[in-house]
């Protein structure tokens, strides 16, 4: 220990641990196509439930993935039939 170690403020370790995992998870997502790979998954869910209480085609729900500027916005629409047959 030298005599003016007490001066320099040393970062915790844990810290930066946790700087280096945002930077590895950022360069992930956007190395990723436009759309996560969740979305194909979501849709169907989205799709499943809806069902339990209206009968619609498979194509009546659209989910995308919309960026504005550094926010995305998941854009989610339901086509519903005029004449609602309950499921």
Same mark, same amino acid.
């Given at each position: /220990?030298g005599?003016f170690?007490?001066l320099i403020t &040393?970062?915790?370790? !844990?810290?930066?641990?946790k700087?280096?995992?945002?930077i590895?998870v !950022?360069h +992930?997502r956007?190395?990723r196509g436009?759309?996560p790979?969740y979305l194909p /998954?979501l ?7 809806i069902?339990?209480?209206?009968k619609?085609?498979? +194509?009546a729900v ?8 550094? =926010? &995305?916005?998941?854009d989610?629409?339901v !086509?519903?039939? +005029? =004449?609602p047959?309950q499921?």
């Open positions: /220990m005599l170690d007490f &040393k970062k915790p370790t !844990a810290s930066i641990a700087d280096r995992l945002r590895i !950022a +992930e956007s190395g436009s759309s790979d /998954m849709q169907r869910e989205l799709l499943e439930v069902r339990k209480y209206v619609v085609e498979d +194509e659209k989910v995308d993935l919309i960026g504005e500027g550094d =926010n &995305k916005v998941l989610i629409s !086509a519903l039939p +005029e =004449n047959i499921a």
